[in-house]
């Protein structure tokens, strides 16, 4: 039977209110068992891989409420040879509360690579973000070159901004994008796809044209519908992918061998 957070946390709420053993506060930011800065830490790892030149990653998204899913997807990735790392592509929790976090990362921890994780939409909820902050990453848009790839993760949660324009941050986009001595393919990374209607249509075109200009961008890489899919909306040279979501079992296997790109559908 699939956790029903619900229960669970009224549960804890009528446990806490019964004894004094134990305390939890929705609004909670952090604790002293709360990890900090992942993103950095894990960053560092991956940069110490000195591998062959293949890039093999894993894309994994909406982890909400896929708690009895995630062991097995855990044990998957981990028996799947030449992962360099895992990118949790967003919606880490389901209400933004840090027990959400908390239980999420317990999991990801067991992975013998590294993963970074980016901000989704449901992680804006109540706190969320300060949570996703502390624990991942206090910039929502970062970037980071990896075998010659750069890899452009960013937010793209514009709904939660009420569709006011900043959200994808076009100007730090159009910085990231631009040509870079030694980078030879580019992939942008985001929860919301810009197909989606939660992706801030009014910069859907300025979007687009930032990642055709640059004429070296692999793929679009989201989650957010639960699905796989693959649409061109753009160009035929620019695919917009989205990974099915760790609750109905699948990710994506993502490579880069010899600048030629490919994906791959994983169900567990």
Known sequence: MRLNLHLLFALLVLLSSSCRKMEYSPNQKFDKYSPSNINAV???????????????????????RAYDDLGTFIDKVNATP???????NGDISDFG????????????????????????????????????????????????IYKGVKFVCHNTNSREYNFNGTVPDLNFLKKEFQPEAGVTGYFAIAHVPPTS???DSNLFADYGKILTDNGK????????????????????????????????????????????????????
Not at 82 to 88: M, N, S
Request: hydrophobic letters at 40%; aromatic letters at 16%; charged letters at 20%.
């Open 42 to 64: 894990n960053l560092k790892r991956i940069a110490e891989n000195t591998g062959d030149d293949t890039i093999r990653f894993v894309l994994s998204g909406d982890s909400q």
């Open 82 to 88: 030449g992962i360099d790392f895992v990118i949790l």
């Open 97 to 144: 509360l840090l027990q959400e976090f908390k239980w999420i990362e317990s999991y990801y921890a067991k992975l013998k690579v590294p993963y970074l994780a980016v901000i989704g939409n449901h992680d804006h909820s109540a706190n969320g973000v300060y949570v996703y902050q502390r624990m991942y990453s206090e910039k929502l848009d970062f970037s980071f």
């Open 197 to 199: 209607g939660d992706f």
């Open 217 to 268: 961008v692999y793929a679009v890489l989201n989650a957010h519908v639960d699905k796989e899919s693959i649409k061109y909306p753009y160009t035929p040279n620019l695919p917009v992918i989205t990974t099915n979501s760790i609750y109905n079992r699948h990710f994506l296997v993502v490579e880069v061998v010899n600048n030629n790109f490919k994906f791959y559908d994983v169900e567990f």
